[in-house]
């Protein structure tokens, strides 16, 4: 029954298709493994969190405030902060999930993470609907996190790279590559100025979560559709 | 291996970034959106990620801006993302090194 909106073959196609972004994405999850090892965390927890949480910049935030014992609220609370944003992601992969239900619907919805996102948003505008692709994506990044962030364990006591060392540029990179194939038209400069505009000051207010991020989401949205609103009655 | 404290911690994490994860989409179905909220999600991508980038690159310096432009111009002409990543942390990695 699910023959048509989840195939092997779209998943074999996202998987291979996400393959570049895992290894853009290696950096950002060798960092979380070395900072869970310095936090005194040990090889099987950081694994945990990093198979169950699979969310690179909540687990950074959440290692930063990581004390023994463990504030449990206060690092549940910023990883929901930091990930409200995926929030508004589901909903705009409504078209492909809705045809969805039990572990392709539920396995899909776990492994959303924002290059994925992006990566879906992009072929599902050349057409892609099929939720064995978006499954595909999610599980190599996932696949890859786990290592990464085990190695970076692994590797924790011997290679510390310091703070601003350009290899952590690679997951910002990635961020920057996803925003050409996200670009459709002029049509989209207004929303994104708006987005810009709204991030930069938020993110000087609230530099911890990630509420910028959600801020401009909605500023970017809310133009974007506003002006369609008052085109349409003009 | 595992602290039960830890454990606790790492579990907290995971439920709440799940019910952000399938929330929203629960939530977008049972309300049925109107249009207007549908043309709102078309532009949330590119937003969502100009709201990453923009600060992040305003935060940064020499070493981000030219990695952020390396990474446009690769990613223009090879239409490629590995291709991207790896211009824009190769010059970000030139910048590191000279200054």
New interface residues.
Partial sequence: MHARHFTSAALARGARRS???A??LAPFGLVVGVLAAGKG?????TG??SG????GA??IL?LDL?T??????T??????AV????????????AW??KLSGWRL?GN??L?V?HG???A?AEGRKGERDGGFLFGVGLVLWVAWLACSLLGHVLGTVLRPPR????F??A?????????????GRH?AL??L???G???PV??LAPHGAW??????????????WR??RQGRA | MIETANLLGILGMALATLACRAGGYFLFRALRPSPFLRAMLGYVPGALFIGYVVPALAAGGLKEWLGAAATLVAMRLSGNVAVGIAAGTAAAWAVWLVR
């Fill in positions: 393959l570049a972004i290894l853009g965390l040990s090889l099987v927890e945990l969190m169950l949480v699979f969310a909540s687990q959440a990581w023994h014992p463990v504030p449990i609220l690092v549940t609370f910023a990883a929901f990930n409200l944003r995926m929030a508004l992601m589901g909903p705009a992969l409504a999930l809705e539920w919805l776990f959303l924002d996102f992006a990566l948003i601003g060392h350009p290899l540029f690679a910002l990179a990635a961020f920057v590559s996803l925003l050409v194939p996200l670009w459709r989209d929303p994104w708006a987005a810009a709204v991030a930069l993110a000087r910028h991020v959600v801020a401009a989401a909605l500023a970017g949205g809310l133009v974007g559709a369609e609103r």
